[in-house]
């Protein structure tokens, strides 16, 4: 089966339309999208012929929960298995536009996403049309500070789409590493030159690059006086992070120093954005993704408010479709009219929590993910990392060890290491051991993707 084009596959306006009829649109859009699963998706075909589950059995969102929710298990062990059989699709909604990967799987090989020509313009129209949530205008230089990797990451594939819907400009930087014969790669001085060479108005990257670009920038005196905006993805940014970032970008005398904080991931195929600090993430694509908080072990849909698992649903998708897959991330959701913007799109209230940021230590549950935002907070730490490992990797049984890798900024008082085992302490009851190094030897902006705040190098018990 496929769906017609029509003008039938949004609502105008639909991030302020009344929940009730998105919801609406969410059912017969899903209800299409189980028809064609049912189909032509290897996995969900059988999985719902397993269950002895027909097309007529989900007609609704509350007809999903027939499904039990996926994770990154299943799709990680064959992704092709999540990808429509383009040989039933019609033309223009099977042709494959491009492919996009994934990190994090255990072999290190990345996990492909396949974009049809239906989900790219699917993609640009949604920005076309939201943009106002973002920020962005039509007259803005963006300067794409995601690294170049041996494979097309989302953020870094999907920034010009953005641009070009948008109608903006965008100057790519290249920073990162491929491992291969060509020097294709920039260094961090040549972004920061670029930046200031094309007069880019808008930042947009990993939040610990971006800050990166900036502190080098000032070391620099490099001319952003353009910039007016630093939008950010890719890992989570806490609010004395983006304060930071606020105050390199007065420091370098930027135009305006506006922070947009976005969350979003390659699989979900679009971003959560807030439309004030705090407000909560706004999903910019009812149209296009439901989204649902599940119980981990019981797979059951919770309330709003109640914290758990967000998964997402695929409404509106031609290449990979995911139903129900929990994309690794905790919080919980609130569908109330936002109280800063009247949006009625549902929010994922709650700040996003890594499943990893959330680790047993000395037998005890840390919440890392708080210690990270605190120690965003020191302000003489240019880097920063935590490692949990053991005082004797041979013995199995030997305790744990919490370290702290930090890295002082220039004239940072001698009491720095102190503070941070201060703060350390009072968030996790630990005392810990502090490493004081180079902010290259914890974060290499020409060689990561992203920092690594958290590191366990514990083998597994």
Excluded at 61 to 77: G, N, Q, Y
Excluded at 81 to 101: C, M, Q, S
């Amino acid at each position: 089966m496929s769906v017609s084009p029509s003008s039938d596959y949004t609502l105008p306006d639909v991030l302020y339309q009344p929940w009730e009829d998105v919801g609406k649109l969410q059912d017969r859009l899903l209800k299409q999208m189980i028809e064609i699963c049912y189909e032509h998706h290897p996995y969900y075909s059988k999985l719902m012929h397993k269950l002895g589950l027909a097309p007529s059995d989900i007609q609704s969102r509350e007809d999903l929960k027939k499904l039990p929710p996926i994770s990154k298990t299943e799709f990680l062990a064959n992704p092709e298995d999540f990808r429509l059989n383009p040989a039933h699709l019609p033309v223009h909604e099977g042709t494959l536009w491009k492919i996009i990967y994934t990190t994090g799987t255990t072999s290190g090989r990345p996990a492909p996403i396949f974009i049809t020509a239906h989900d790219h313009f699917a993609y640009q129209d949604l920005f076309r049309t939201r943009h106002d949530l973002l920020g962005l205008k039509e007259t803005d230089l963006i300067a794409n500070l995601f690294p170049m990797t041996n494979f097309p990451l989302g953020a870094f594939s999907r920034a010009p789409d953005e641009a070009a819907a948008i109608g903006a400009a965008i100057v790519t930087c290249n920073t990162g590493r491929v491992d291969g014969i060509f020097p294709v790669n920039r260094s961090l001085d040549e972004a920061v030159n670029a930046v200031a060479r094309h007069g880019a108005t808008v930042l947009w990257g990993v939040a610990g690059f971006v800050r990166r670009v900036l502190l080098r920038a000032i070391e620099m005196e490099a001319n952003f006086s353009k910039v007016r905006m630093v939008m950010t993805t890719g890992e989570a940014s806490s609010p004395a992070m983006r304060d930071d970032l606020k105050s390199r970008m007065r420091k370098l005398g930027c135009a305006e120093a506006l922070i947009v904080n976005r969350y979003g991931s390659t699989e979900q195929g679009g971003t959560m954005i807030e439309c004030q600090d705090g407000a909560g993430f706004h999903s910019s694509m009812p149209d296009q993704v439901f989204h649902e908080i599940v119980d981990d072990e019981t797979g059951e849909r919770l309330a709003d408010g109640q914290d758990g698992m967000l998964a997402i649903t695929h409404l509106n998708r031609r290449g990979t479709v995911l139903l129900r897959y929990k994309i690794g991330d905790r919080g919980a959701l609130d569908h109330e009219p936002c109280p800063h913007c009247s949006r009625t799109s549902v929010r994922l209230s709650s700040k996003p929590v890594r499943t990893g940021d959330i680790i047993k230590i000395k037998g005890a549950l840390v919440n890392l993910g708080t210690l990270k935002a605190e120690l965003d907070r020191v302000p003489s730490l240019e880097e920063y990392q935590i490692v949990v490992t053991t005082q004797d990797p041979k013995d199995p049984f030997s305790p744990d060890v919490l370290k702290v890798r930090i890295a002082a900024q220039s004239g940072a008082t001698s009491d720095l290491s102190a503070s941070v085992a201060e703060v350390v302490t009072r968030i996790s009851n630990l005392r810990p051991e502090i490493e004081e190094t180079r902010r290259d030897e914890i974060f290499d902006p020409v060689t990561m993707a992203k920092p690594r705040r958290i590191v366990d190098l514990r083998a597994a018990r």
